[in-house]
C-alpha cells in the first residue's frame, strides 16, 4: 500500500491510524514539499532556504536534517541543519517539540526555543504547497503521534 493511499485513507476518516515507514515519508516529502524560490528574498537582509527535509525516525525521536542556504546582507552560507525532538500536544494542536539542533556542527543555543523558531519558520516556507493544505485540516482531530524505529504512527 503507498504512502498515497495511506495518507488519503487517513484523511477520509476510512482509517483511524496512519502509519508511515522512514522510506515512505521521506518520499512522500521528495514529492510533495518544494521550497518556495522567491526572487524578492534577495532583497532581505536575512533569508534561510532549506531544502527538502530528510526524516529519521528513532525511539521516541525525529531526527530532521536538510541542507540550509543563508542569505546574509548579501552573503551566502551553507550548511546542514539537524533538529531532534518529539511531538508535543499544545491545547488542541500538535506541535515538533525541538529538543536540540545545530547548523553545520555549531549546537543553536536557547535550547529547543531557538529551534522551534527555526522550524517554524521553514514550516512557513514550506505551508504553500497544496499538500500541506491537505494535511493540515487533519492534525485536529490527532489523538496520538508514537515515533518507533523506523516508523511514525499517527491515530484520531
Known amino acids: 500500500e503507498s504512502f498515497i493511499a495511506k495518507r488519503d485513507a487517513f484523511i477520509s476518516g476510512q482509517s483511524p491510524v496512519l ?5 515512505e515519508i521521506n518520499a512522500w516529502l521528495r514529492a510533495n514539499f518544494t521550497p ?35 542569505l546574509l546582507s548579501g552573503d551566502q552560507h551553507t550548511g546542514i541543519f539537524t533538529a531532534k525532538g518529539n511531538f508535543q500536544k499544545i491545547g488542541d494542536r500538535w506541535a515538533f517539540d525541538t529538543k536540540e539542533s ?22 512557513s516556507i ?9 494535511v493540515s485540516g487533519v492534525w485536529e482531530q490527532v489523538r496520538d503521534i508514537e515515533l518507533l524505529p523506523g516508523l511514525i504512527r499517527i491515530s484520531k
Open 19 to 23: 502509519e508511515f515507514t522512514e522510506p
Open 36 to 70: 518556495v524560490n522567491d526572487p524578492s528574498m534577495n532583497e532581505r537582509p536575512f533569508v534561510l532556504l532549506p531544502s527538502v527535509p530528510k526524516l529519521s525516525l528513532q525511539e521516541g525521536y525525529l531526527q530532521i536534517v536538510m541542507d540550509l542556504t543563508i
Open 102 to 123: 545545530a547548523i553545520a556542527r555549531a549546537r543553536i543555543p536557547g535550547g529547543g526555543v531557538v529551534g522551534n523558531t527555526f522550524i517554524d519558520v521553514f514550516k
Open 126 to 134: 514550506f505551508s504553500a504547497a497544496p499538500e500541506f493544505q491537505e
